[in-house]
C-alpha cells in the first residue's frame, strides 16, 4: 500500500514558476514508476510527466517539455514536479501517482490504468 501527498500548488502569474512535491509513505516507494497527471476544469484528466523508478528515464507531455521537470529522490519517498514558464493553460488539479515498476514506454506511463495508486490532488491556477 501507498500513500501520496501532494503539495506544493498555489497561484502564480504566467511566466511564473511552481514546484510540486508528492510525498510517499511505505517502504517500496523506489519500487515504483511515478507520474504526474492534470484536470482542468471541464476536461478529462491528461499525462503531464513520468519518471522510473530509477530516475533514469523521464517523459513528457508535448505541451510541457523544455518547462517542466520531473525527479525523484529515492531517500525521501518524494517526487517533484519543477514548472516554469507557466502558462493560463496550465491551470489544473495536478495529481502524483504510482504505478509498478513494468512501465517502459511514454505509452505506457500516459495511461491512468497502469497506475495503482493516487494522491488527491492539488490545484494549480496560472493568472495572464
Known amino acids: 500500500q501507498v500513500q501520496l501527498v501532494e503539495s506544493g500548488g498555489g497561484l502564480v502569474q504566467a511566466g511564473g514558476s511552481l514546484r510540486l512535491s508528492c510525498a510517499a509513505s511505505?517502504?517500496?516507494?523506489?519500487?515504483?514508476?511515478m507520474g504526474w497527471f492534470r484536470q482542468a476544469p471541464g476536461k478529462e484528466r491528461e499525462f503531464v510527466a513520468g519518471?522510473?523508478?530509477?530516475?533514469?528515464?523521464?517523459y513528457y507531455e508535448d505541451s510541457v517539455k523544455g518547462r517542466f521537470t520531473i525527479s525523484r529522490d529515492n531517500a525521501k519517498n518524494t517526487v517533484y514536479l519543477q514548472m516554469n514558464s507557466l502558462k493560463p493553460e496550465d491551470t489544473a488539479v495536478y495529481y502524483c501517482a504510482a504505478a509498478p515498476p513494468r512501465l517502459y514506454y511514454y505509452s505506457d506511463y500516459a495511461r491512468e490504468y497502469e497506475y495503482d495508486y493516487w494522491g488527491q490532488g492539488t490545484q494549480v491556477t496560472v493568472s495572464s
Open positions: 519518471i522510473s523508478w530509477s530516475g533514469g528515464s523521464t
Open positions: 511505505g517502504r517500496t516507494f523506489s519500487s515504483y514508476a
